[in-house]
């Protein structure tokens, strides 16, 4: 199995926008749910947005109506865009893929910081 990468973080101003990536290429792809979570610092991993198998997809209260979550099954990619940023959302970006057998795949993280 194969690691997932993100990419797409960096510094922008608060109102901005940023879209990350992440490759998440392994054997069940098609059949993954993937996600996307972040960690700022002193705080626990809290889940930010996810998206099934079937593309039904779910977000935390606190990036609804601003984040969305989207994939590429040619690519093996997945996406989140982040519009209308705020300093909140300051955090690393965690991708993750969850294989149809219930296996975990994380990726390093990419930073995301907001300026206000």
């Known amino acids: 199995q194969v690691q997932p990468v993100e990419s797409g973080g960096g510094l922008v101003q608060a109102g901005g926008s940023l879209r990350l990536s992440c490759l998440a290429s392994g054997s069940g792809f098609l059949l993954s749910r993937l996600g996307w979570y972040r960690q700022a610092p002193g705080k626990q991993r809290d889940l930010v947005a996810e998206i099934t198998s079937g593309g039904s997809t779910n977000y935390a209260d606190s990036v609804k109506g601003r984040f969305t979550i989207s994939k590429d099954n040619a690519k093996s990619t997945v996406y989140l865009q982040m519009n209308s940023l705020k300093p909140e959302d300051t955090a690393v970006y965690f991708c993750?893929?969850?294989?149809?057998?219930?296996?975990?795949?994380w990726g390093k993280g990419t930073l995301v910081t907001v300026s206000s």
């Open positions: 993750n893929r969850r294989s149809p057998w219930g296996s975990d795949y």
